[in-house]
């Protein structure tokens, strides 16, 4: 979880990314993504602006990584926080192709291969 609310404090932190001994991918909970009408937030200030600078910095195409909003509550009843959500992926991380789903889930649905 991300409680940094402004732009310089979320640049530092994201320096966690670069530690080769991480987890090919990361849930991030940005609190300061949204907020009421009087927070005057927008894409170029704070958390938001920090995520998009941290994306376009050039070291991502070297690590084949970004940050981005997770799309993983389809079926659930919307919530807020849902937005507040992000995903770091470390695509050349040498387990990035794992799966990872549970023993519930089948492969193939993840994979979004047809069963036969």
């Known amino acids: 979880m991300f409680d940094?609310?402004?732009f310089t404090s979320t640049m530092s932190a994201f320096t966690l990314f670069d530690k080769s001994a991480l987890l090919p991918r990361v849930?991030?909970?940005f609190d300061d993504i949204q907020s009421a009408p009087e927070g005057a937030l927008s894409e170029r200030i704070g958390e938001r602006e920090a995520i998009r600078q941290f994306n376009c910095a050039s070291v991502r195409d070297a690590r084949?990584?970004?940050l981005s909003q997770a799309f993983i509550?389809?079926?659930m009843v919307?919530?807020?926080w849902?937005?507040?959500i992000f995903?770091?992926?470390r695509l050349s991380h040498p387990k990035y192709n794992q799966y990872v789903g549970g023993r519930n889930a089948r492969r193939e649905d993840a994979l979004g291969v047809e069963s036969k």
């Open 4 to 6: 940094l609310d402004l």
């Open 27 to 29: 849930y991030c909970y």
């Open 64 to 66: 084949n990584d970004h």
């Open 73 to 75: 509550f389809e079926g």
């Open 78 to 80: 919307p919530e807020h």
């Open 82 to 84: 849902h937005q507040q």
């Open 87 to 89: 995903l770091y992926h």
